[in-house]
């Protein structure tokens, strides 16, 4: 367990909706990072969020939005889904601004399907 | 843009052998290289790192290479044992203004005994 929390585990929706997916960092790391892991596919990078500030982005599409709460929870937010949208996503989180130099500790990802 | 490149998408040893991953990297500002292990449905974990003022680092059975001049660095796994069958990731960072990590594609590599 890395201490990464992310809700739900399982989101199945149709095309056209809008989805928010939950992650609650380790206790005192203040950086959270999306990733999104389609099937059989590497890890892409979507944003970077630390201690409640946008500080990376990635390939992240304008339907996707991301922020981060005063108690350091993040959420992002999918809409006008499409069956492409399919994947696994990932939250990690580390304790420094710099994530690249410090080891990012991933949550169990939510499996999102869009039908 | 950045990129990171990962060779072999696939890997098949016997139980004993070593086996290799190798990745390449864009951009030479990169300092910081992890390797992520992703088991099947699990998330993906940290095994090593390296960071570009070091040339090897060895945890046990597990070595990474770094050659920046060549801009690659690559994964070995010696006495290798089934239950190191998974994916493995490379990474690189891009600092100071873009912190954040580029991914290889991947290796599943098996381990049959």
């Known amino acids: 367990d890395s201490g990464v929390t992310q809700t739900p585990k399982h989101l199945i929706t149709a095309t056209g909706q809008r989805v928010t997916l939950r992650c609650s960092p380790r206790s005192g790391d203040l950086s959270v990072y999306w990733y999104q892991q389609s099937l059989d596919q590497g890890l892409q990078f979507l944003i970077q969020y630390y201690n409640g500030e946008e500080r990376a982005k990635g390939n992240i599409l304008e339907r996707f939005s991301a922020q981060q709460f005063p108690d350091l929870h993040s959420e992002l937010n999918l809409s006008s889904l499409e069956l492409g949208d399919s994947a696994l996503y990932f939250c990690a989180s580390s304790p420094t601004k710099t994530g690249g130099q410090s080891e990012q500790f991933f949550g169990p990802g939510t499996r999102l399907t869009v039908l | 843009g950045e990129n990171v490149e990962q060779h072999p998408s696939t890997l098949s040893v016997q139980e004993g052998d070593s086996a290799v991953i190798k990745c390449t990297y864009s951009d030479s500002a990169s300092n910081y290289f992890p390797w992520y292990k992703q088991e099947l449905g699990k998330r993906p974990q940290l095994i090593i790192d390296?960071?570009?003022?070091?040339g090897e680092k060895k945890d046990q059975r597990i070595a990474v290479t770094l050659n920046k001049t060549a801009k690659h660095f690559s994964l070995h796994i010696t006495e290798t044992q089934p239950e190191d069958s998974a994916v493995y990731f490379c990474a690189a960072s891009i600092p100071p203004d873009t912190d954040k990590l580029i991914f290889g594609t991947g290796t599943r590599l098996q381990v049959f005994p």
């Open positions: 390296i960071r570009s003022n070091v």
